[in-house]
């Protein structure tokens, strides 16, 4: 792979890790929703993950959409249904089930030492599934810059910050999670949603040990 599909690679990396880290940081709202019927009118790939929600939303108000799907949200993450399922690595990882233990640590180590700052208005444990999606976003938009700005040192530490934190967080808990999301989840979007997340960490972690 020469150096211009593998910046395109990380580019089109980042872009995928940001559109699932919104998709879980907070309920959709109308305009996500509109984003997606636009988008939805793009080819798509081939066994794509989420075609049963786009197929709902090419025939479905844009509303009505917003309403399920923030609905099933609120019930899956938010405690509003029976059998809620906590987005955090801590809840997953550690023997108790409980926030705020040692992944929680390590991952705030991580982001640190790479002078990723999470926003104050995200009051929320650190080991949120969005923020560690979104911090491989960033990872992967500083390997495509290295690699422009031909540093590949830089660019090959990057990608091994991404090696790690896939082996060493994402890849330990995102398919139990994912795992739960589709028992649970009411609507296409995040039956959809949950196998595309597990596919993408799974592929990633392949991709990046080969590279």
Same mark, same amino acid.
């Given at each position: 792979?020469?150096?211009?599909?593998?910046? #395109?690679?990380?580019?089109?990396?980042?872009?995928?890790? !940001?559109?699932?880290?919104?998709?879980?940081?907070?309920?959709?709202?109308?305009?996500?929703?509109?984003?997606?019927?636009?988008?939805?009118? $793009?080819?798509?790939?081939?066994?794509?993950?989420?075609?049963?929600?786009?197929?709902?939303?090419?025939?479905?108000?844009?509303?009505?959409?917003?309403? $399920?799907? #923030?609905?099933?949200?609120?019930?899956?993450?938010?405690?509003?249904?029976?059998?809620?399922?906590?987005?955090?690595?801590?809840?997953?990882?550690?023997?108790?089930?409980?926030?705020?233990?040692?992944? !929680?640590?390590?991952?705030?180590?991580?982001? !640190?030492?790479?002078?990723?700052?999470?926003? /104050?208005?995200?009051?929320?444990?650190? /080991?949120?599934?969005?923020?560690?999606?979104?911090?491989?976003? =960033?990872?992967?938009?500083?390997?495509? =810059?290295? @690699?422009?700005?031909?540093?590949? /040192?830089?660019?090959? !530490?990057? =990608?091994?910050?991404?090696?790690?934190?896939?082996?060493?967080?994402?890849?330990?808990?995102?398919?139990?999670?994912? $795992?739960?999301?589709?028992?649970?989840?009411?609507?296409?979007?995040?039956?959809?949603?949950?196998?595309?997340?597990?596919?993408?960490?799974?592929?990633?972690?392949?991709?990046?040990?080969? @590279?």
């Amino acid at each position: 792979m020469d150096t211009n599909d593998l910046t #395109a690679l990380m580019n089109d990396r980042s872009l995928a890790y !940001r559109f699932l880290a919104r998709a879980y940081r907070t309920a959709p709202d109308l305009a996500f929703i509109e984003a997606l019927r636009q988008g939805g009118a $793009d080819e798509r790939p081939a066994d794509d993950p989420l075609e049963a929600f786009f197929n709902e939303l090419a025939v479905a108000s844009a509303e009505q959409i917003r309403i $399920d799907v #923030a609905a099933d949200y609120n019930r899956l993450f938010l405690g509003m249904g029976p059998h809620p399922i906590a987005p955090y690595e801590s809840v997953f990882s550690s023997a108790e089930g409980l926030l705020m233990q040692e992944a !929680r640590d390590e991952v705030v180590a991580v982001y !640190r030492s790479e002078g990723f700052a999470v926003e /104050d208005a995200f009051n929320l444990p650190e /080991d949120h599934l969005s923020l560690e999606l979104e911090f491989m976003a =960033l990872m992967a938009e500083r390997t495509a =810059l290295s @690699l422009e700005a031909e540093s590949p /040192d830089e660019a090959e !530490r990057c =990608l091994s910050v991404q090696r790690a934190f896939l082996e060493d967080h994402l890849g330990c808990w995102v398919p139990a999670f994912c $795992d739960a999301v589709s028992e649970q989840a009411r609507t296409t979007f995040f039956r959809g949603l949950a196998r595309m997340t597990n596919e993408q960490v799974e592929a990633d972690r392949t991709l990046i040990a080969s @590279l």
